[in-house]
């Protein structure tokens, strides 16, 4: 079964912090995106990648970087981690051309 | 940018009944897909379905690209269809593969 696994199910870090989230998809998809989910708000794109040492920002990429060195895996960064960075985040991957998703099942991210 | 939004945005719903969930975007799109995100957070596609209906088991779908609106259609609803249904599309004018999504319809099927 394909899978998009993500590190942590639930992450709690202080604000100022550097924070670190990790997608690996098993699927050797060329796409992968990182989204946050807010209540009401829907899910939100932050950052996406098309290929190895590719990305780009999304609509809210403040706050954020990414890095993609290996194609299985796409890492979320939080430089300075801060209150507002409060959410669930999302990590999808699908493969070029064609519009099979697949979603981890996310990590839900307090900053205290 | 485009702008999709869902209605309604909370439903509650006894077990056998039917309902119909909206979404409507503001501009033209590539595709539009249907996903399911159940009470643990997992996000499940349900449809991909830039136009047309098509239909799997108690769920179908139904896209009027030129009216731009989608339903989505439970039937027979069981326990667990609950959670967040949420329609995404893929603006026609941005990069590939940028869904942008609507805020969702929280649906809740009790016994």
């Known amino acids: 079964d394909v899978k998009v696994t993500q590190s942590s199910r639930y992450l709690v870090k202080r604000t100022g912090e550097k924070v670190f989230l990790e997608c690996v998809q098993d699927?050797?998809?060329?796409?992968m995106f990182w989204y946050r989910q807010d209540p009401g708000l829907g899910l939100r794109l932050i950052y996406f990648?098309?290929?190895?040492?590719?990305?780009e920002k999304g609509d809210i990429p403040e706050g954020y970087s990414v890095s993609r060195e290996k194609k299985e895996r796409f890492s979320l960064i939080l430089e300075s981690a801060s209150t507002n960075q409060t959410s669930m985040y999302l990590c999808?991957?699908?493969?070029?051309?064609?519009?099979?998703?697949?979603f981890g099942s996310g990590t839900r991210l307090t900053v205290v | 940018g485009i702008q999709v939004e869902q209605s309604p945005p909370d439903l509650i719903l006894q077990e056998g009944a039917n309902s119909t969930l909206r979404c409507n975007f503001s501009?033209?799109?590539?595709?539009l897909q249907w996903f399911h995100q159940n009470p643990w957070g997992q996000l499940i596609n349900l449809f991909y379905?830039?136009?047309g209906t098509k239909q799997n088991g108690r769920l179908s779908a139904t896209t009027v690209a030129t009216e731009r609106y989608s339903l989505l259609y439970i039937s027979s609803s069981q326990t667990t269809d609950s959670g967040v249904y949420f329609c995404?599309?893929?603006?026609?004018?941005?990069?590939?593969?940028?869904?942008?999504f609507g805020a969702g319809t929280q649906v809740v099927v009790t016994p």
């Open positions: 699927m050797d998809h060329e796409n």
């Open positions: 999808a991957s699908v493969s070029g051309g064609s519009y099979g998703y697949t």
């Open positions: 501009d033209s799109v590539n595709n």
């Open positions: 995404a599309v893929d603006p026609l004018t941005d990069s590939w593969g940028k869904l942008q």
């Open positions: 990648s098309y290929d190895v040492k590719m990305k």
């Open positions: 379905i830039p136009s």
